[in-house]
């Protein structure tokens, strides 16, 4: 009795018509210069009549097996799409994505900026991705789904002839695998300032263009070489000189997990770590698919990826820096993990205007839409720093004073052309009272802010 299955079966094969000349309908709208037909008579109109008079046979024949062969073929799609399977077949539905995507970026180029539509849009000088998860966990807990993030990994020339030729493959493997919606994009150069210099003018497309540099804080600044310390800091200044937005993420262990695992360790990023990096560099033979391997499995949890429940963020507000500061917790308390803190305001003020003050904060934030209602003014911000902490500071930059007033016939360029990042004794007279501030404030933070979950400043 074939001819109960008869009708199944002639739907399946109209079906398949129909799906082959709707491909080659779609595949000729999209311009794909892959796309050539040998068949000399072939028209794109004649492709889409065949698809739509191949879905109205389905119909005409049997309603009911026409039915039942789309839901099995929308299952089947909705199953391969949600599975994902390593496979490349050149579909013509790539090609209309780059079409459009195209087609959107080329619009929006001529669209004027407008301060309702400002998205921080991410630079951020990763370097390997997966060897400072907490830095690309936090710009990715405020960027996806809703704006621009790009990956800069600066690589010296030394490292660059080592490094696998598909590294890149496996780092923005290892990026989809941590669900981190983020381009990836390796430069070479000489320095770090120089390629953060490079990557500041070139990154982007159009509108799609950083406009805010995300760096990790340098930690171990203490133990590097000057001139590492001096590109970290002019690399600070040609982003204000780009007008760039920049963020500069610390954390309490640090950023660089490389030590922990068998990574390579990025020379431009951290030039002065180089202890056990002969033990723990990535021999030229080793396979890249091994690296990815491991990669995948080292998927290290940050703290950006819990929970972060009833906890506090903490914004000091100390001066107008046009509203990242406050945008940007905003932007996590969207986020589920962070849908239950309390975003906390500090601001700088007399105890004769505080409550002046605080009404003046809350309207701002009322004019900017952000329902932040815990505003508190710090009245002792102009004391002076306790003596144990301003000693520690002044004995934390001594090795970057010239004393020039100490050395008798020595002029301060003469002292300069063989040290030129260390300050001389009048500029460190010149900025004592804005350093003891920031001694203060730090006094003020850790009173504060000792047990919240992130604090901006």
């Given at each position: 009795?074939?001819?109960?299955?008869?009708?199944?079966?002639?739907?399946?094969?109209?079906?398949?018509?129909?799906?082959?000349?709707?491909?080659?309908?779609?595949?000729?709208?999209?311009?794909?210069?892959?796309?050539?037909?040998?068949?000399?008579?072939?028209?794109?109109?004649?492709?889409?009549?065949?698809?739509?008079?191949?879905?109205?046979?389905?119909?005409?024949?049997?309603?009911?097996?026409?039915?039942?062969?789309?839901?099995?073929?929308?299952?089947?799609?909705?199953?391969?799409?949600?599975?994902?399977?390593?496979?490349n077949w050149g579909s013509s539905v790539q090609a209309g994505t780059y079409n459009m995507a195209l087609s959107y970026t080329v619009?929006?180029?001529?669209?004027?900026?407008?301060?309702?539509?400002?998205?921080?849009?991410?630079?951020?000088?990763?370097?390997?991705?997966?060897?400072?998860?907490?830095?690309?966990?936090?710009?990715?807990?405020?960027?996806?789904?809703?704006?621009?993030?790009?990956?800069?990994?600066?690589?010296?020339?030394?490292?660059?002839?080592?490094?696998?030729?598909?590294a890149t493959d496996w780092l923005v493997k290892w990026m989809n695998k941590r669900k981190v919606r983020s381009f990836y994009t390796?430069?070479?150069?000489?320095?770090?300032?120089?390629?953060?210099?490079?990557?500041?003018?070139?990154?982007?497309?159009?509108?799609?263009?950083?406009?805010?540099?995300?760096?990790?804080?340098?930690?171990?600044?203490?133990?590097?070489?000057?001139?590492?310390?001096?590109?970290?800091?002019?690399?600070?200044?040609?982003?204000?000189?780009?007008?760039?937005?920049?963020?500069?993420?610390?954390?309490?262990?640090?950023?660089?997990?490389?030590?922990?695992?068998?990574?390579?360790?990025?020379?431009?990023?951290?030039?002065?770590?180089?202890?056990?990096?002969?033990?723990?560099?990535?021999?030229?033979?080793?396979?890249?698919?091994?690296?990815?391997?491991?990669?995948?499995?080292?998927?290290?949890?940050?703290?950006?990826?819990?929970?972060?429940?009833?906890?506090?963020?903490?914004?000091?507000?100390?001066?107008?820096?046009?509203?990242?500061?406050?945008?940007?917790?905003?932007?996590?308390?969207?986020?589920?993990r962070w849908h239950h803190s309390k975003v906390r305001v500090f601001i700088v003020g007399d105890e004769q205007n505080m409550e002046?003050?605080?009404?003046?904060?809350?309207?701002?934030?009322?004019?900017?839409?952000?329902?932040?209602?815990?505003?508190?003014?710090?009245?002792?911000?102009?004391?002076?720093?306790?003596?144990?902490?301003?000693?520690?500071?002044?004995?934390?930059?001594?090795?970057?004073?010239?004393?020039?007033?100490?050395?008798?016939?020595?002029?301060?360029?003469?002292?300069?052309?063989?040290?030129?990042?260390?300050?001389?004794?009048?500029?460190?007279?010149?900025?004592?009272?804005?350093?003891?501030?920031?001694?203060?404030?730090?006094?003020?933070?850790?009173?504060?802010?000792?047990?919240?979950?992130?604090?901006?400043?």
């Amino acid at each position: 009795e074939l001819n109960t299955i008869a009708a199944l079966i002639s739907n399946f094969f109209l079906c398949s018509y129909c799906l082959i000349n709707f491909s080659c309908f779609h595949a000729s709208i999209t311009n794909s210069p892959g796309w050539r037909p040998s068949f000399h008579y072939y028209s794109k109109w004649t492709a889409l009549f065949g698809a739509v008079i191949s879905v109205v046979l389905m119909f005409l024949f049997t309603w009911w097996a026409a039915l039942t062969t789309f839901c099995i073929i929308f299952f089947l799609f909705g199953y391969i799409n949600y599975n994902k399977p390593k496979v490349n077949w050149g579909s013509s539905v790539q090609a209309g994505t780059y079409n459009m995507a195209l087609s959107y970026t080329v619009s929006l180029s001529g669209v004027e900026d407008h301060v309702k539509n400002f998205r921080p849009q991410c630079l951020v000088l990763t370097g390997p991705p997966n060897q400072r998860p907490a830095l690309v966990d936090f710009v990715g807990s405020f960027t996806k789904h809703i704006s621009l993030m790009i990956c800069g990994d600066i690589l010296m020339e030394k490292d660059r002839q080592t490094r696998p030729h598909d590294a890149t493959d496996w780092l923005v493997k290892w990026m989809n695998k941590r669900k981190v919606r983020s381009f990836y994009t390796p430069f070479t150069s000489d320095g770090l300032r120089v390629g953060a210099r490079h990557l500041l003018q070139a990154s982007g497309l159009g509108k799609l263009k950083p406009n805010t540099l995300v760096l990790g804080f340098k930690a171990n600044w203490r133990d590097s070489s000057p001139e590492s310390i001096e590109d970290y800091t002019n690399t600070i200044y040609d982003t204000f000189d780009s007008n760039y937005c920049l963020c500069i993420l610390r954390m309490m262990d640090g950023l660089d997990i490389s030590d922990q695992f068998d990574f390579e360790v990025n020379q431009g990023f951290e030039p002065d770590e180089s202890v056990e990096n002969n033990d723990q560099q990535t021999p030229e033979g080793k396979s890249a698919d091994d690296i990815s391997d491991k990669g995948d499995s080292d998927q290290i949890k940050t703290v950006f990826q819990n929970d972060q429940g009833k906890k506090t963020i903490d914004v000091y507000w100390i001066a107008d820096d046009g509203g990242l500061t406050l945008l940007v917790p905003y932007l996590l308390t969207r986020r589920k993990r962070w849908h239950h803190s309390k975003v906390r305001v500090f601001i700088v003020g007399d105890e004769q205007n505080m409550e002046e003050g605080r009404n003046e904060m809350i309207a701002l934030l009322k004019r900017f839409r952000l329902d932040f209602n815990d505003v508190t003014v710090m009245t002792d911000s102009e004391r002076r720093p306790h003596a144990k902490n301003l000693s520690r500071f002044v004995d934390s930059v001594a090795p970057f004073r010239l004393y020039d007033e100490q050395q008798e016939g020595v002029s301060v360029e003469q002292l300069r052309q063989s040290t030129p990042w260390k300050i001389s004794d009048k500029e460190f007279e010149a900025f004592k009272l804005k350093s003891e501030r920031k001694v203060r404030l730090n006094e003020i933070i850790r009173r504060n802010s000792q047990h919240t979950a992130l604090v901006l400043v």
